[in-house]
């Protein structure tokens, strides 16, 4: 995992890739990152959400294609508590908007 989860929200347009959990066709993404030094597109291993079905997903390559985590990388997300509070707050949203 590089950088970690920070509170400005970024967004942009990724290959359409199926939500492992859900199978939804997701084709757009919105991290949390903190700067303009992060670069513009997720990197492998930084976390996400699924915005249907409020999964925590791992970007798998610089394509935008999803992975579920491993034990290990839930592990190091939930440690790291400031990430932690993003990451929840982001399946709050995604529980919210689902119809
Ligand atoms: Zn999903």
Known sequence: ?????HAAIRSGAANPSPCP???KRLDSWMGAHLGSDE????EPGDP???A????????????????MP????TAAMQADHEAWDVLQSF????????P
């Open 39 to 42: 670069p513009p597109t997720p």
């Open 48 to 50: 996400t959400v699924c």
């Open 70 to 73: 491993t034990p290990e990388e």
């Open 21 to 23: 959990a859900c199978g």
């Open 52 to 67: 249907y079905c409020a999964t925590i997903l791992v970007f798998a390559d610089y394509h935008c294609r999803l992975r």
């Open 1 to 5: 995992m590089t950088g970690k989860p």
């Open 91 to 98: 399946q709050e949203f995604a529980r919210k908007r689902r």
